[in-house]
C-alpha cells in the first residue's frame, strides 16, 4: 500500500476542534460467513486510510479479526474477555496493528464461557456499554472516531452487548438464497434492544457481500434486498474476490495484502458511503 494511502496525518493537535465525535458501529449477522469479520478487518483498514483513527473491537471468541489483523494469540495478554469481566479496562486491553490510526481489543476462546459467569449480573447486557464510556479518557485513545465491534455469528448476549453499546448497526449479507431470511430475524432483535436497552440503536446501513456478477442468483438477491429495505442497502457491493480471501492467512487486511484488488477498492467505496451517510467529511486529506 502506498506511503500516501496510509501515511501518518498532518498533526491535528494544534486545532482542538478536529477531535471527532465518537461512532460505535455494531457489525452484526447471526448467520456466519456472510463476511462480517472481512468488513471489520476491511472497513476498519478503509476509515484509517481515509484518516480516521479507528479501533477494532473483537467479541467473537474464534479471534478471526484479531488474527485477520496480525495479532499473535500468544500476544494478546489482555483480551475482550477480560474487559467484558470487569478485570481490565478496554484501554488495557489495545494494541496498535500494522495499519497507521488501526486499533484492536482482541478476543480469545475465552469468550465462550462470559455468558455464564455474566448471567446473573443486572447489567449484563451493558458491560461493553459501560467500558466505552471511559474510552475517550485514555490519553492513546481519546483520538478514536469510530469503533466497530466484530460480533459472533450469533444472537447472544455477546451480540446483546455490540447492540446495546452501539449508536448504529452495520449488516453484511451474503449475496445468496436466504439472505433475506436471516436478515429479518435481525432486524427483529434491533428493534428488540431499541425498546429494551438502546432507544438511539439505527440500521447504519446493510452490505451485500461476496457478490458474483456471473450468477443470476446473486444478481436477484441484489434486487431482492433493495427491493425490501430500500435505501438502507449501501451502493456499494463488495465482489467475491480471491485476494480477500487470502489475506488473512497473511495477517493483513486485503488493503494491506493488495490495494489494487477489486475487494479492496470496494472497501474503500464503502468506507466514503458510512461517512456520507452521518453527514462527516474525512478527518484528514
Known sequence: MSEAL?????????DSSVRRPLRVLALANQKGGVGKTTTAI?????????????????????????????????????????????????????IPTAVPRLSIAPS??????????????????????SMLKSLTQAPSLSRISYVLID???????????????????????????????GLSQLLRTVEQVRGALN????????????????????AQVVADV??????????????RNVRISEAPSHGKPAL??????????????LASEVIQREGRVPAAA
Open 151 to 181: 460480533c459472533p455469528p450469533s444472537l447472544n448476549l455477546l451480540t446483546i452487548n455490540a447492540l446495546a453499546a452501539a449508536d448504529a448497526v452495520l449488516v453484511p449479507l451474503q449475496c445468496e438464497f436466504f439472505a433475506l431470511e
Open 256 to 269: 494491506l495484502y493488495d490495494l489494487k484488488c477489486a475487494g479492496s477498492q470496494a472497501y474503500l467505496r
Open 42 to 94: 476491511n472497513l476498519g483498514t478503509a476509515l484509517a486510510a481515509i484518516g480516521e483513527d479507528v479501533l477494532v473491537i473483537d467479541l467473537d471468541p474464534q479471534g478471526n479479526a484479531s488474527t485477520g489483523l496480525g495479532i499473535d494469540r500468544a500476544n494478546r495478554r489482555v483480551s475482550t474477555y477480560e474487559v467484558m469481566a470487569g478485570e481490565a479496562s478496554l484501554a488495557q486491553a489495545v
Open 226 to 239: 433493495r427491493g425490501f429495505m430500500g435505501d438502507k442497502v449501501y451502493e456499494t457491493v463488495i465482489p
Open 6 to 14: 496510509l501515511g501518518e496525518p498532518a498533526d491535528r493537535s494544534l
Open 199 to 218: 432507544p438511539k440503536l439505527t440500521i447504519q446501513g446493510i452490505v451485500l457481500t461476496m457478490y458474483d456478477p456471473r450468477n443470476n442468483l446473486s
Open 108 to 129: 480469545t476462546m475465552d469468550l465462550l464461557g462470559l455468558e455464564l459467569e455474566l448471567a446473573t449480573l443486572p447489567d449484563r447486557a451493558h458491560r461493553l456499554r
